[in-house]
Nanobody
């Protein structure tokens, strides 16, 4: 079982910045891809950014150039640096981690609210 604990959400004005972090813990042998998803009210959950164990990244078109994902494998932590935030970035952000040693392989955090308003 993997526990994913997110931190760093909050309220920010348009154009502002926020950083999210997510630490994985539990009896896990390894973690593969980690990432961030988000879900706005009335919308489906969507991928924001993912990063493989080797550091390859993928971003949603809507956040390219504004968000940066990174990870610290030793700390089993994934980060999301967000700048130039827009009201449409408002959503609950969920941490994700794929592990071959858990069933199911997909693991999710409880979510953290990011609100962009001003």
């Amino acid at each position: 079982q993997v526990q994913l604990v997110e931190s760093g959400g909050g309220l920010v004005q348009p154009g502002g910045s926020l950083s999210l972090s997510c630490a994985a813990s539990g009896s896990i042998f390894s973690i593969g891809t980690m990432g961030w998803y988000r879900q706005a009210p009335g919308k489906q959950r969507e991928s924001v950014a993912t990063i493989t164990g080797g550091g390859f990244t993928n971003y949603a078109d809507s956040v390219k150039g504004r968000f940066t994902i990174s990870r610290d494998n030793a700390k089993r932590t994934v980060y999301l640096q967000m700048i130039s935030l827009k009201p449409e970035d408002t959503a609950v952000y969920y941490c994700y981690a794929w592990s071959p040693s858990t069933r199911p392989n997909d693991n999710w955090g409880q979510g953290t609210q990011v609100s962009v308003s001003g």
